[in-house]
């Protein structure tokens, strides 16, 4: 009797340990999620209020462009037709004068492509800020260690469906977007 009452002690304090060690080594693992981070950028209605402004702004600042195409143009199509008429030296100040134009139009055009280059950042990163600060928050609140990104370029290959919480992110950042930000 007190070798099987040694044997059930040796046991259980086995079994003690086992579990105090899995235990330990639980606590250890660390947890990991993936992100689809076009698809957040896709779905995300903060993203698509920002397209559509920028579009609004682009579009705004391509029709003064136009204008100021369209004035070269007929002021060009205009010297074309009377420059017969005109004396030399007329006709070089319209040619001075349509250079000018054509300098300014172009001029434009460079300031219209940088300054929506510009706001496209602009408007980008302030899309990037408040999804990097919500999957930063919905990792510490539910205790995710890593969240990688996933994109189209082949940084993750494969991703297992049961960390894949895209879709999760996707509806905080929307739910967020129209409520704001809760405490």
């Given amino acids: ?26 606590r ?10 076009q698809l957040v950028l896709e779905k995300y209605d903060g993203f698509k209020e920002a397209q559509d ?3 609004i702004k682009t579009k705004e600042m391509s029709e003064t462009f136009e204008k100021q195409k369209r004035a070269y143009e007929s002021k060009s199509n205009e010297l074309e037709i009377i420059k ?5 030296s007329e006709l070089e100040v319209k040619k001075g004068e349509l250079e ?11 300031a219209i492509e940088n300054k929506a280059k ?9 899309v990037y800020n408040k999804v990097n600060d919500y999957v930063k928050r919905y ?7 890593l969240i ?23 509806e905080g950042l929307n739910k967020e977007y129209v409520e704001g930000i809760k405490d």
């Fill in 118 to 126: 510009v706001q496209e950042e602009e408007l980008l990163q302030g």
């Fill in 53 to 55: 402004l920028y579009e």
């Fill in 148 to 170: 990688e990104g996933v994109t189209g370029s082949g940084n993750i290959l494969y991703a297992s469906d049961r960390i894949d919480i895209t879709e999760i992110i996707i």
């Fill in 100 to 110: 000018i134009l054509r300098a300014k139009t172009a001029q434009l055009g460079k």
């Fill in 28 to 37: 250890n693992v660390k947890k990991i999620a993936v992100v689809n981070a």
């Fill in 84 to 88: 017969k008429k005109l004396s030399k």
């Fill in 139 to 145: 990792a510490e609140a539910n205790n995710i260690d």
């Fill in 1 to 26: 009797m007190k070798i099987i009452n040694k044997v059930h002690l040796l046991f259980t304090i086995v079994v003690i340990l086992l579990s105090a060690y899995l235990f330990l080594q639980q």
